[in-house]
Structures are given as C-alpha cells and as structure tokens.
C-alpha cells in the first residue's frame, strides 16, 4: 500500500493551528489534590449574567476557532468566492446558520422584506408578482436538508491537497427549513402545457440563473423563509431562497427573484461553462443535478487531532446522499482492508446530513482512516481512483469519492491518498 501525502506549498498554508496547537496524550484529571475539585471557583462565589446581558447570544469566547475559513489562493477576491463549514468542530447534524459555508457570486446583499418582490411569469395563465407577506399567507411545510456545492471536494482531483476536512469537505450545510412548495406557486399561476422548465435567477448582481425542470419543481422544491428556526441570514438569502433538495448547491438560488416557466433550459452561464463536468475524453457532461453518496470522517482528522493516548475513543463523521437516505456507512481503520459497520446517530433522513460515530478502543497505532456510504438506492461511495477511471483528471464538480485520513500514532490527522 502506498500512502500519497499532501504536497508542501501554497495548499498547506491553508493548515489551521487549532491542530498544531492541540495538548495530545494529556490524561484525565485526578479528584485528589484537583483544585477544580477541592476549592470553590470564581464562578460559583459570585453571580453570572442577567437576562438582560445578551439579547441575542454568540458562541462563548473559548470556541472562537470554530468559524468559516477561507482558502486564500481559491479565488482571485472575497466577493465571488466561498468559504467552509468548520465540520471537523461541530456534532450532531444541524449547520448553525453563523457558522455554515457561504457562496456567493456577486457578494451577500442586503435586502428589506418590504422591498422583496418574486415574479412568477412566461408560460403561465396568469403572471403574478407576490410580496414578502403574500408569501406568508401560503401552507407552509418544514425539512431538513443538506446544500452541497458541486464544487465541494474539489480541489481534491489530482491528489490530496487541503489539510482539514473543512477544507475539503465543508462547502456544505444541513438546516431545517420552513418554506412553502414551489408546487403551490405553480398551481397560483397556472403552468401552461409547454410549461416545461423553469428559470430561476436571484436579486443579487449575479442573479446567479440556473434552469430546473418542471417534474422537479412540482416534487420537493421550497421557497424558504426560515432556517433552523429563525430568519435567513442574509448571507444565506434573505428574506427568501430557493432550496432544491438533494441536487447540486447552485441552484439554491439566493434572494430568488424570479421564476419563469419556459419551454426548454435556457443554458446559462452557470450550467454551461460552469457546474459541467470535463470528463477524460474531454467533452463536458452537463445536468449532473444529484449530489451522489458522500461521507467523511470529521474527527479524528487533521484540524482535530486525537487529544488523548491509547484507549476510548470516538470517531465521527457525516454521510449523506442526493438519493435518499443514508442507510448505512462503514469505517476502515486500516486503509480499507477491513470495514466496521458504524452506528447512525439517528435513522438516516432523506436528503439531509446523516451522523455516524465508531467508538473504538484504539491501541495507539497509526491509523488509515476512511468512511463509506450507501444509500437507500443501493449506491455505495466510490474511492477516488473508481471515480477517476469514469471522470478522467480534469474534473472540478461533484467528487465524491472516499477520504483518507492518516492518523499517527501522536494522534495528529493528515490528507493523503492511498493505491
Ligand atoms: N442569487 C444567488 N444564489 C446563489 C448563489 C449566488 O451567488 N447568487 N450561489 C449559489 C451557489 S454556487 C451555492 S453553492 C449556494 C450556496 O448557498 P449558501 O451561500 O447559503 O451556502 O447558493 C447558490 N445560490
Ligand atoms: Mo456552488
């Protein structure tokens, strides 16, 4: 077997310190002698906080590493650029929308929603424009879902190359949306027969146009307005957005606009010369719409070493699948000789992010870590090579292939391939 590790350079500055910086083989604290234990600390001689203190509150100080990072050398300005989920830090399943990846083309704009305005015209029998608040008035429904960029991973083609599963895997989120079925606007209007697609476009300067076929417009698309309980944030769309579950993240349009009923793709930018896949003869397969099966282990990885020396220890990380559900994931810790079937958190949710952990009793040797997922469809995740051999080198999107972490034996994480 031979390890391919992460070229040194540009890439690798990307290295956050959090990994650097972390205490490895500290062991645990002992009651006897412990002033932790034995003395009363300042917070229990003294009160804490009022009500009143923080009316809307922010993470506590001692997790500030745990926010969005840029890779700098990824795009030329930070207003058509991207930033990463931190999903090597976070647990559990939902994306706090403060910290959740953000693309965007044009930047984030700011928008009032009484100056929100979407437009439902074309091949309709009645054109109409509704209001923030004649939005409000329709059924609402609420899910879960994940939004992937089909650019996720990406930087990963040709070899391992960022050193934290942020990095590599953090262009996506997971929230519960409340919102109302593209399907009810459509009925409002009334699609006429040629009625086949749609364009979607966003408010922003961008406007970001991408085309949706209809069958997929009257199954699960929603028009959101909330995420994880509150408001959309701006950067996420506000006040309201296109959510387009289990299919690639760029058309979630943002600050949605408009939506014209048309009778065929309009071809645009963003599906032409973006978001296709150059495959290895060359050619460009476009519609690749469904994010395939994908998992990754987000700790141990190389931004949250192993803290700790041999013994318990837990594994964890996210699968999830354009498809469906997530129905099972397995876990090597030996490169992909043998596989161990690992625990969901919960029964896997169609189209929304799935947590699986491993509790391990680890014996201190260095570790070839990798995940594997299967949908309710049957597909399992390739390994980078089987996605090569179809997809050629040249590929940007929609790398779903299998991650490999090698964990040494001083519990630190690092990006490597293995043949
Ligand atoms: N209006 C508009 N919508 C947009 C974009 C944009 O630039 N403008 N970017 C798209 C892309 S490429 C992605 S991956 C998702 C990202 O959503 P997020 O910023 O909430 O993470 O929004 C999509 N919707
Ligand atoms: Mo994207």
Redesign the pocket.
């Known amino acids: 077997m031979t390890i391919r590790k992460t070229p040194k350079g540009a890439s690798r500055r990307a290295f956050l310190t959090s990994a650097a910086a972390a205490t490895l083989g500290a062991g645990a604290a002992r009651a006897a002698g412990d002033p932790l234990i034995t003395e009363i600390q300042p917070w229990a001689q003294g009160f804490g906080d009022g009500v009143d203190a923080t009316p809307y509150g922010l993470p506590i100080e001692y997790e500030s590493d745990v926010v969005r990072r840029n890779v700098e050398w990824l795009t030329a300005d930070t207003i058509s650029s991207i930033n990463f989920t931190p999903i090597h830090a976070l647990d559990g399943t939902i994306t706090p929308q403060g910290c959740?990846?953000?693309?965007?083309?044009?930047g984030a704009i700011d928008m009032r929603k009484q100056d929100y305005r979407l437009m439902l015209h074309g091949m309709v029998e009645k054109e109409l424009v509704f209001t923030y608040e004649d939005l409000e008035r329709f059924p609402r429904e609420s899910h879960v879902y994940f939004?992937e960029?089909a650019a996720n991973s990406g930087m990963e083609w040709a070899g391992a190359q960022l050193n934290g599963a942020q990095f590599t895997h953090g262009?996506i989120?997971n929230m519960e949306y409340v919102g109302i079925p593209l399907r009810t606007l459509l009925a409002e209007v009334g699609v006429k027969p040629e009625g086949k697609w749609l364009y979607v476009e966003?408010h922003?300067a961008?406007?970001?146009g991408r085309s949706i076929p209809m069958e997929k417009a009257l199954d699960d698309v929603l028009l959101a307005f909330k995420a994880n309980g509150e408001a959309l944030r701006k950067?996420?769309?506000y006040p309201v957005r296109l959510v387009v579950p289990g299919w690639e993240?760029?058309m979630?349009?943002?600050?949605i606009r408009r939506i014209e009923v048309m009778a065929g793709p309009v071809e645009s930018r963003e599906e032409t010369s973006k978001y296709t896949d150059t495959l290895a003869d060359g050619t460009s397969r476009k519609w690749t719409w469904v994010m395939d099966a994908k998992s990754v282990i987000t700790s141990p990885s190389p931004q949250s070493p192993i803290p700790h020396g041999p013994g318990p220890m837990v594994i964890t990380g996210l699968a999830w699948s354009g498809r469906g559900a997530i129905t099972r994931v397995d876990v090597t810790t030996d490169g992909g000789k043998n596989w161990t079937e690992a625990r969901l958190a919960s029964e896997g949710k169609a189209k929304a992010l799935t947590r699986f952990y491993l509790d391990l009793e680890w014996d201190g040797a260095e570790m070839l870590l990798q995940s594997r997922a299967h949908d309710q469809t049957g597909y399992v995740q390739p390994t980078k090579d089987q996605l090569r051999e179809v997809r050629g080198l040249n590929s940007i999107y929609h790398n779903n292939g299998i991650q490999t972490w090698w964990v040494k034996a001083d519990g630190r994480a690092e990006n490597v391939e293995i043949s």
């Open positions: 959740a990846f953000e693309r965007h083309h044009s939004c960029c262009m989120h966003g922003d961008s406007s970001n950067e996420h769309g993240g760029n979630w349009i943002k600050w």
